[in-house]
């Protein structure tokens, strides 16, 4: 009996030490890929669109809900500027450094006239801090480069003026022609370049000069320097809308670059932010586009064309003995039923 006993003893010992031999072998599950899930701002997210600064602003965010350790949705917010937020679904890795993530699929925004092609990567750090680099494609007419159109040495610009006086309406329609030439008076050459990239560069050579302008060069003093200036658009039906990252003309560290910009084109930061309007987390203004042949024109409505004649601007542009004139209409223009004025540009 004692015997049996014992065997019995050492059976159960044995039974226990197989067991327990058995949970030490059970694979660790690594549940990490949780702890991802979050709203990422401010210094907790590092972000570029096409591989060029967004700098931190109100509503900027990245939001990443991932729903295993190889997938997640990664929602953008005031990253673009066609859509307030959109999602792109992602693939992820852990890896030494972090978790890297790379969107499984593009997503299109946008209407038809400009639709773009969104996708996103990079890497939640294991310091909790996302970087992010998205990608925009831009599909539309209106892509390409632009130069303005010169008739016979003045340039081509677009004016159509309503008022309820016939009379007045053939005087301010005679402007076309006077800014036209006052236009060639400073500048020999005007580019405008809409890259797939949804970028705008805007370029002008003054006469008597052989190196040309552009917003990117202007930011050469102070904290800012060397940092790219770009301008973006996007395109909702015979809509240009055009601007500059919000974050960035908000920063203080721009307001080094104010008497450049005073000095380039006829503004300070203070007024060139006042009449831009907040879309998407970008600070943009609404040009009217349509295409005539082989002519494009560009044209601002009334109340952008009076912010630009109240701004300053046209003084860089402007001979000063048309100065005079051009502030004498400005009366009629406030009071007129249409004012539309811009460029023809050929592509």
Same mark, same amino acid.
């Not at 801090?129 to 677009?158: H, I, M, P």
């Not at 022609?177 to 370029?203: C, R, Y």
């Not at 701004?311 to 051009?326: C, D, Q, V, Y």
């Given at each position: 009996?004692?015997?049996?006993?014992?065997?019995?003893?050492?059976?159960?010992?044995?039974?226990?030490?197989?067991?327990?031999?058995?949970?030490? !072998?059970?694979?660790?599950?690594?549940?990490?890929?949780?702890?991802?899930?979050?709203?990422?701002? $401010?210094?907790?997210?590092?972000?570029?669109?096409?591989?060029?600064?967004?700098?931190?602003?109100?509503? %900027?965010?990245?939001?990443?809900?991932?729903?295993?350790?190889?997938?997640?949705?990664?929602?953008?917010?005031?990253?673009?500027?066609?859509?307030?937020?959109?999602?792109?679904?992602?693939?992820?890795?852990?890896?030494?450094?972090?978790?890297?993530?790379?969107?499984?699929?593009?997503?299109?925004?946008?209407?038809?006239? $400009?639709?773009?092609?969104?996708?996103?990567?990079? =890497?939640?750090?294991?310091?909790?801090?996302?970087?992010?680099?998205?990608? %925009?494609?831009?599909?539309?007419?209106?892509?390409?480069?632009?130069?303005?159109?010169?008739?016979?040495?003045?340039?081509?610009?677009?004016?159509?003026?309503?008022?309820?006086?016939?009379?007045?309406?053939?005087?301010?329609?005679?402007?076309?022609?006077?800014?036209? $030439?006052?236009?060639?008076?400073?500048?020999?050459?005007?580019?405008? !370049?809409?890259?797939?990239?949804?970028?705008?560069?805007?370029?002008?050579?003054?006469?008597?000069?052989?190196?040309?302008?552009?917003?990117?060069?202007?930011?050469?003093?102070?904290?800012? /320097?060397?940092?790219?200036?770009?301008?973006?658009?996007?395109?909702?039906? !015979?809509?240009?809308?055009?601007?500059?990252?919000?974050?960035? =003309?908000?920063?203080?560290?721009? +307001?080094?670059?104010?008497?450049?910009?005073?000095?380039?084109?006829?503004?300070?930061?203070?007024?060139?932010?006042?009449?831009?309007?907040?879309?998407?987390?970008?600070?943009?203004?609404?040009?009217? /586009?349509?295409?005539?042949?082989?002519?494009?024109?560009?044209?601002?409505?009334? +109340?952008?064309?009076?912010?630009?004649?109240?701004?300053?601007?046209?003084?860089?542009?402007?001979?000063?003995? =048309?100065?005079?004139?051009?502030?004498?209409?400005?009366?009629?223009?406030?009071?007129?039923?249409?004012?539309?004025? $811009?460029? %023809?540009?050929?592509?």
């Amino acid at each position: 009996m004692k015997r049996n006993l014992l065997y019995l003893f050492a059976f159960v010992c044995t039974l226990g030490f197989t067991t327990a031999c058995d949970d030490d !072998d059970d694979p660790v599950v690594d549940e990490s890929w949780k702890e991802l899930a979050s709203t990422y701002d $401010g210094n907790k997210l590092a972000l570029t669109l096409n591989s060029s600064a967004l700098f931190a602003t109100e509503g %900027r965010s990245v939001e990443f809900t991932p729903s295993s350790a190889t997938a997640g949705v990664v929602k953008l917010n005031n990253a673009i500027p066609d859509q307030a937020s959109v999602e792109v679904p992602v693939t992820m890795a852990k890896g030494a450094d972090g978790y890297t993530f790379t969107s499984s699929a593009t997503k299109a925004v946008g209407e038809t006239a $400009g639709k773009s092609t969104i996708g996103v990567e990079g =890497l939640i750090a294991t310091d909790g801090k996302l970087t992010a680099n998205v990608t %925009r494609t831009v599909q539309s007419e209106v892509t390409g480069l632009f130069k303005l159109n010169y008739v016979q040495n003045v340039g081509d610009v677009y004016v159509d003026i309503v008022t309820a006086d016939p009379a007045t309406n053939a005087m301010l329609g005679s402007l076309a022609p006077v800014i036209g $030439g006052a236009l060639a008076a400073k500048v020999s050459a005007v580019t405008v !370049d809409l890259s797939d990239k949804g970028t705008m560069t805007p370029t002008w050579t003054k006469v008597g000069e052989t190196t040309p302008t552009t917003l990117a060069s202007i930011p050469t003093v102070g904290p800012m /320097f060397g940092t790219l200036i770009n301008m973006y658009y996007s395109v909702a039906g !015979d809509k240009l809308m055009i601007g500059l990252d919000k974050g960035l =003309l908000t920063n203080p560290a721009m +307001a080094a670059i104010s008497p450049r910009l005073q000095e380039k084109i006829g503004m300070d930061l203070q007024t060139l932010t006042s009449m831009l309007a907040d879309v998407n987390g970008f600070l943009m203004i609404p040009l009217t /586009f349509k295409q005539e042949g082989s002519l494009t024109t560009f044209y601002a409505d009334k +109340a952008l064309v009076l912010k630009i004649a109240n701004s300053g601007m046209l003084t860089k542009f402007i001979p000063e003995n =048309l100065a005079p004139m051009i502030n004498g209409m400005l009366p009629l223009l406030q009071s007129a039923e249409k004012v539309n004025i $811009g460029l %023809r540009f050929t592509k």
